[in-house]
């Protein structure tokens, strides 16, 4: 009895095992019934399409961990596209330059973000809608409603271009070696252990030593980072630099990191969970629209997700709760018999 | 994490990758084979086509009646297959992303209006690739992304008929008129005004006389004050253009409650649901704009003859286009629908866009 209740007790708990089944379900359930999705093809779409989120979800992991959020990673997206297309426009043609300066710019509003809340100690969530704003202003003042589309074709051919052999585009390599990274950070060294110690409780994590201010601003200058990064990605495959790129990405970045079971008080959740559900949206989102489903029902689904995704930890929680409560009153029962 | 659950996720992460590596090491899904039209022209529209309407964005009542309304009509005389799909916001990686879908559901024909000209290039030219033609309508992308574009109106046809309607609105005697233009610097809006001049200088319009232009920037509220600045700085004023949407509703709201009700005329380019009451009031007489469902309408037939290779989409290109009668392909792949749609209160209550 203890046995099996324990066996439950660690199926439901772990919502990253529930996400990777579901994960497997949607893909073959999608192979078999949806015309397409077993095509190379459909996974180099759904590959393209979900490198900008997961890139900016990486972070985003660490963020919410901690307990803080970056609503304005979009933004950060945004600006850097239009401040890369001025650049262009000013003839810089150098595409390491250009990749540079834009990760830099990206740093650099990582660190305003990171200022007002560290320094100024105010909430991020306020901050971030503030940032998300103002850079999308400044995208629209830098460019305008116009659009710099006239990058050379083979930086987007070389941007979406396969893995020799497959049709998945080589650009996830980056997206994997950049998760590994993160992932150890996060759940292999003393910093990632900070973290989850900041987002259960910050008090508690300064007097232990670890420095929270610090910790935190480089946190959001990383996530400052990370947004343009996907923003160069967004550049180069659209080529097209506009001051609307990327306009309420940040809704499918958090979605997905809640999804993957990162708590929104911060001090739970890890990288596996939210790489499976930045996959899970994104195979989701594209099997139902080979399916023929219409876009407003599209939206209803993923809202609900959403919604799934808040809801469901803390259901799993609760109920993990209530099976330990249990297993106390279980033992006697057992040495009854 | 436990034991036991690591080996779930291990095994599940196993699972993932077999179905993901077993689908990567098929075949690339056949392409439809190319229509036959490097050879001779094909005389009639293949049946069976997949039409697909793809416009900026869905629950437009705009695309409604130039899809719905119009395009899927078209496809059903051809007996094609129609269907409408889209984002749900007007932005061009959502429209990409509709564009692989249909891509991969091996759709012949992709009727689109573009979200952005340059962005949607790439994922137009991987569905030409894989078979498909590709027909703008509506917003074009760059010619070199499509086969056809579907031109709604020429500079000349809106200015010819902008300054007819005006004129059989002001009567045989003529008078004095003005237009209310959106920006000064606005490109489309400066060459039609343009136009008008050149049309004005026509002897058969010598008793119109064009006195001021004036610009409401294309916001509701300034529109209306530059309207009645017109009627205190013009007494003789007979008649005001206003080829801009914003400008002719917000024109034709002051003049429906002023003493020039009636007295000084109003014509432009406006939408039937803005102008309806002021059409059935009596405040403006006619309007012109494009039929948004012949749009829709051509450009499926246009998509129809290039899928069944009855034309490449050169210049000189001739084709029917079922009840428009024929077209001809013209510079850069441009199909111009034709001269405005012209609105009165009779035919107001046929549109809802």
């Known amino acids: 009895m203890a046995e099996r209740i324990s066996r439950l007790r660690s199926l439901v708990g772990s919502w990253d095992a529930a996400l ?242 990162v708590s929104i008080f911060g001090g739970r959740g890890g ?67 | 994490m436990g034991a036991r659950n690591r080996v779930i996720v291990l095994a599940a992460l196993a699972a993932l990758s077999l179905a993901v590596t077993g689908c990567a090491s098929q075949e690339p899904a056949a392409t439809e084979p190319a229509p036959a039209g490097s050879g001779g022209a094909a005389a009639t529209i293949k049946e069976g086509l997949k039409v697909a309407f793809l416009p900026k964005q869905v629950n437009n009542p705009y695309f409604d009646a130039s899809d719905n309304k119009g395009g899927k009509v078209a496809v059903e005389e051809f007996k094609g297959v129609y269907s409408q799909t889209g984002p749900s916001e007007a932005s061009p990686s959502a429209q990409v992303s509709y564009i692989n879908t249909l891509s991969q559901q091996g759709t012949d024909v992709i009727v689109v209006s573009a979200n952005d000209k340059d962005a949607i290039c790439g994922a137009l030219q991987e569905a030409r690739t894989a078979g498909a033609k590709i027909v703008t309508y509506d917003s074009d992308t760059n010619p070199a992304c499509r086969d056809a574009f579907i031109n709604q109106a020429s500079p000349e046809g809106i200015a010819a008929s902008q300054i007819k309607l005006i004129s059989e609105a002001v009567g045989p005697d003529g008078g004095e008129i003005a237009i209310l233009s959106a920006t000064a610097n606005a490109t489309n809006q400066n060459a039609w005004i343009e136009m008008m001049k050149t049309e004005l200088a026509k002897p058969e319009n010598a008793k119109l006389k064009l006195v001021t232009t004036v610009y409401g920037d294309d916001d509701d509220q300034k529109s209306f004050q530059e309207t009645q600045g017109l009627m205190a700085k013009y007494p003789n004023l007979k008649g005001v253009i206003s080829p801009t949407t914003v400008g002719v509703a917000a024109a034709a709201r002051y003049l429906s409650t002023s003493e020039y009700k009636g007295k000084v005329q109003l014509t432009g380019l406006g939408t039937p649901n803005q102008m309806r009451e002021y059409v059935k009031d009596g405040t403006v007489r006619s309007f012109a704009l494009w039929n948004p469902s012949d749009l829709g309408y051509l450009a499926a037939y246009t998509g129809g003859a290039l899928a069944s290779g009855m034309i490449s989409g050169k210049e000189g290109d001739t084709f029917t286009a079922g009840k428009l009668g024929e077209y001809t392909v013209g510079k850069d792949g441009a199909v111009l629908l034709g001269d405005p749609f012209v609105f009165t209160k009779d035919n107001v209550d046929d549109f809802d866009f």
């Open chain 1, 271 to 337: 990288l596996i969970g939210v790489i499976a559900a930045v996959v899970l949206l994104g195979t989701l989102r594209n099997a139902l629209q080979l399916a023929y489903v219409p876009a407003n029902t599209l939206t209803i689904i993923t809202g609900s997700l959403l919604i799934v995704s808040v809801v469901g930890p803390n259901v799993a929680g609760l109920l993990r709760e209530r099976l330990r409560r249990r297993r106390p009153a279980a033992t006697p029962v057992t040495q009854a018999e």
């Open chain 1, 20 to 261: 990777l089944v579901a994960l497997v379900l949607v893909v073959a359930v999608g192979a078999v019934t949806v015309e397409g999705v077993a095509s190379p093809r459909f996974w180099r779409f759904v590959t393209l399409e979900v490198i900008p989120i997961a890139l900016i979800a990486l972070p985003m992991t660490l963020v919410i961990v901690t307990g803080e959020i970056d609503l304005s990673v979009a933004s950060v997206l945004g600006l850097t596209c239009t401040v890369m297309g001025q650049l262009w426009l000013w003839g810089v043609t150098s595409l390491p330059v250009l990749v540079v300066a834009g990760l830099l710019l990206g740093a650099l509003l990582g660190a305003v973000n990171g200022l007002f809340v560290t320094v100024f100690g105010l909430p991020s969530l306020a901050v971030t809608i503030g940032t998300l704003a103002l850079y999308r202003g400044l995208a629209y003042v830098v460019l305008g409603d116009r659009a710099v589309a006239d990058y050379p074709p083979q930086w987007t051919a070389g941007a979406i271009g396969a893995i020799p052999g497959l049709t998945i585009p080589w650009a996830i390599i980056v997206v994997v070696v950049l998760a590994v990274a993160f992932g150890i950070v996060l759940h292999a060294t003393p910093i990632g252990r900070g973290l989850y110690a900041m987002g259960n409780n910050a008090e508690a994590a300064r007097f232990a030593g670890i420095s929270v201010v610090r910790t935190k601003f480089w946190l959001f200058v990383a996530t400052g980072a990370m947004s343009a990064l996907a923003g160069v990605f967004w550049t180069l495959r659209y080529a097209s630099a506009r001051a609307d790129n990327g306009s309420g990405l940040e809704l499918a970045v958090v979605a997905a990191v809640l999804l993957g079971g």
